[in-house]
């Protein structure tokens, strides 16, 4: 049996998955079934990465049609923001969507997702595409 490293909760309990599970989960609060505003959910990303479970967070998933909002909760100072940018419109807005992502000094694109057709007739699938380090910017 394999004894994971652990980290103790805030409840004082050992939590050996933390370690084990690190960057695992993408916050998506902005989708169903939370669908939470974008202040809101900026603000309860950083308080998720600052948590005692933090290290499991990875990215925020934020779709490109929201991207005015986004940007707007990221002016001034503060930290970068690890983004999983999910482009609605499918490839024709994929450049786009990265170089606003990649221009903004505060964001650091990690995964981008978009619809792709295909498979069932009239049906859409997504790809996803996840980098271990940060897309090279401008």
Same mark, same amino acid.
């Given at each position: 049996m394999t004894? #994971?490293?652990?980290?103790?909760? =805030? /409840?004082?309990?050992?939590?050996?998955?933390v370690e084990e599970f690190g960057g695992f989960f /993408?916050?998506? &609060?902005?989708?169903? %079934?939370?669908? =939470?505003? +974008? !202040?809101? =959910?900026? &603000?309860?990303?950083w308080e998720h990465r600052d948590a005692w479970y933090g290290p499991v967070v990875e990215t925020f998933v934020c779709p /490109?049609?929201?991207?005015?909002? #986004?940007?707007g909760q990221l002016d001034g100072e503060g930290p970068v923001l690890d #983004?999983? #940018?999910?482009?609605?419109d499918g490839p024709e807005s994929l450049a786009a969507g +990265? !170089?606003? !992502?990649? =221009?903004? %000094?505060?964001?650091?694109?990690?995964a981008v997702e978009l619809p792709v057709t295909g498979g069932a007739p009239?049906?859409?699938?997504?790809c996803c595409c996840r980098s271990p380090r940060p897309f090279p910017g401008p």
């Open positions: 004894v #994971l490293p652990s980290r103790t909760g =805030a /409840d004082g309990l050992s939590v050996p998955w /993408d916050d998506a &609060a902005l989708f169903p %079934p939370g669908n =939470a505003p +974008m !202040a809101t =959910a900026v &603000a309860r990303h /490109d049609r929201r991207w005015d909002e #986004l940007s #983004l999983s #940018l999910v482009v609605i +990265m !170089a606003r !992502a990649l =221009a903004h %000094p505060r964001v650091r694109l990690r009239g049906g859409r699938r997504h």
